[in-house]
């Protein structure tokens, strides 16, 4: 089956600090990956996502590349923010469009000033 | 205007009452979902929807009944509530199966549900 695995939380990063949120997935065929970002007490957000092999995903700074070799789509971000403390989710879906998302299990995000 | 709404954003019940949850999508998609967010934030699909049809069912208590009087709505009814079922209930939508090669799910802003 699908799955996807995503590093162990929380991370804890100062502020201007490189972050790197390790993701590698399972699929059969092949999958749509994706970002999604939940800020205390509110709900998922699309943060970036990338459709086939190679393809980068960039958006607010964040960026993760589809690496099909490695079967992963890790986050990176130059320089954290504290407004970037958030859980992240790395999840992947496969044909046809409407298949419902495969989650990690989040990876909690504390970025301290 | 929402894109997803969901509706109550929180629920406090007894065990062994009834509840339901809704969920509206005013993007014109054709799926909806109801996903579960446990307390350790881990996410999973519970039910599917495509256009009106209930198409993925996963290893969900009967006692979880979603109904979808339209393609714009997508509700959940839970019976007799259990302890374990408090977790946060995430509505989403989608644009359908034939519409590009993936789709971006758009997600409500979440019920949280406690059973005390």
């Known amino acids: 089956g699908n799955s996807v695995t995503q590093m162990e939380g929380p991370v804890t990063l100062s502020e201007e600090a490189f972050l790197t949120i390790n993701c590698t997935y399972t699929?059969?065929?092949?999958?749509?990956l994706f970002w999604y970002v939940q800020y205390p007490g509110e709900g998922l957000q699309l943060l970036l996502k990338?459709?086939?092999?190679?393809d980068k995903g960039s958006n607010k700074g964040f960026e993760a590349t589809y690496r099909k070799e490695t079967t992963s789509f890790h986050l990176e971000k130059g320089s954290v923010q504290v407004s970037d403390s958030a859980v992240y989710f790395c999840?992947?879906?496969?044909?046809?469009?409407?298949?419902?998302?495969?989650f990690g299990k989040g990876t909690r995000l504390s970025v301290i000033a | 205007d929402t894109a997803v709404s969901q509706t109550p954003k929180y629920l406090v019940t007894q065990m062994g009452n009834d509840k339901s949850i809704k969920c509206e999508q005013n993007?014109?998609?054709?799926?909806m979902y109801w996903y579960k967010q446990d307390s350790k934030k881990f996410l999973k699909i519970m039910f599917s929807?495509?256009?009106?049809?209930?198409?993925i069912n996963e290893t969900v208590p009967n006692r979880f009944s979603p109904k979808s009087p339209d393609k714009a709505h997508l509700n959940l009814h839970i019976n007799s509530l259990e302890l374990g079922d408090s977790a946060v209930y995430f509505c989403?939508?989608?644009?359908?199966?034939?519409?590009?090669?993936?789709?971006?799910?758009?997600f409500g802003p979440g019920t949280r549900l406690t059973v005390l």
């Open positions: 989403a939508s989608s644009p359908g199966p034939e519409r590009t090669s993936y789709n971006e799910q758009f």
């Open positions: 699929a059969t065929g092949y999958p749509s």
């Open positions: 990338a459709t086939k092999a190679d």
């Open positions: 999840a992947l879906m496969t044909w046809p469009g409407n298949t419902p998302l495969v």
């Open positions: 993007l014109g998609h054709d799926t």
């Open positions: 929807y495509n256009n009106k049809e209930l198409i």
